[in-house]
């Protein structure tokens, strides 16, 4: 089944330390996008690539970096120089549909800082 | 800037019919999306409006009024599945990347 695979699912990590999420597709999709969700918020945007070797910042970038070496994979590297990076991480990727550039997303990484 | 607003939260019962507000403030548009998120989960494509008016998709509806910067999500024959919370996203540009509200968390009641 084509979709797009977040690991881990959960992770921990202590302060100063650096973390990188994966996110894997094998929809295809030239577009590759990073969300943050923090708690009854909505989504804001980190990162995004439209291509390969090709990204640009989001809403929020400041402490993450990203990397789009292969169209399937763009991972997310959460750095210490991000101030509050507990949340719930979410990769997703653009399909079009009747003129609708659809996001379809993964299942998500929550990552708590201790 | 984006600025979108909905509903923090609304509650309604089974087998009623309840609508989700959105309005709109942004720098450009082409085109409002609906999501479907449960909770701890992703979210899910529900509905896509473009152009004015009413998009039917079994038992959701989705409507745009451009000049007003307002859409609504309709939802009838509630069902306890429904509870979840539905983001509004709106695409400012072609460029593909769209700015989200903070949702609105429905909770269906028997």
């Known amino acids: 089944d084509g979709g797009i695979t977040q690991s881990p699912k959960y992770l921990f990590r202590k302060e100063g330390q650096n973390v990188t999420l994966s996110c894997e597709q094998n929809?295809?999709?030239?577009?590759m996008y990073w969300y943050r969700q923090d708690p009854g918020q909505g989504l804001r945007l980190i990162y995004y690539?439209?291509?390969?070797?090709?990204?640009q910042k989001g809403d929020i970038a400041e402490g993450y970096s990203v990397s789009r070496e292969k169209k399937e994979s763009f991972p997310l590297t959460v750095t210490s120089a991000q101030k509050n990076p507990t949340a719930f991480y979410l990769c997703?990727?653009?399909?079009?549909?009747?003129?609708?550039?659809?996001?379809?997303f993964g299942a998500g990484s929550r990552l708590t800082v201790l | 800037g984006q600025n979108i607003d909905q509903p923090t939260e609304m509650t309604a019962t089974e087998g009623a019919i309840v609508q989700i507000n959105c309005t709109y403030q942004t720098s450009g548009f082409n085109g409002l999306f609906w999501y479907q998120q449960h909770a701890g989960e992703a979210p899910t494509f529900l509905s896509y409006?473009?152009?004015?008016g009413l998009e039917e998709k079994g038992r959701f509806s989705s409507f745009l009024s451009r000049s007003k910067g307002y859409s609504y999500l309709l939802l009838k024959e509630l069902q306890m599945k429904d509870s979840a919370s539905y983001l509004c996203?709106?695409?400012?540009?072609?460029?593909?990347?769209?700015?989200f509200g903070d949702g609105t968390t429905l909770t269906v009641k028997p």
């Open positions: 997703a990727s653009t399909y079009e549909t009747a003129g609708a550039n659809v996001l379809t």
């Open positions: 409006n473009v152009l004015d």
């Open positions: 929809l295809n999709h030239d577009a």
């Open positions: 690539s439209q291509i390969v070797n090709d990204f």
């Open positions: 996203a709106v695409r400012p540009t072609n460029a593909g990347k769209s700015t």
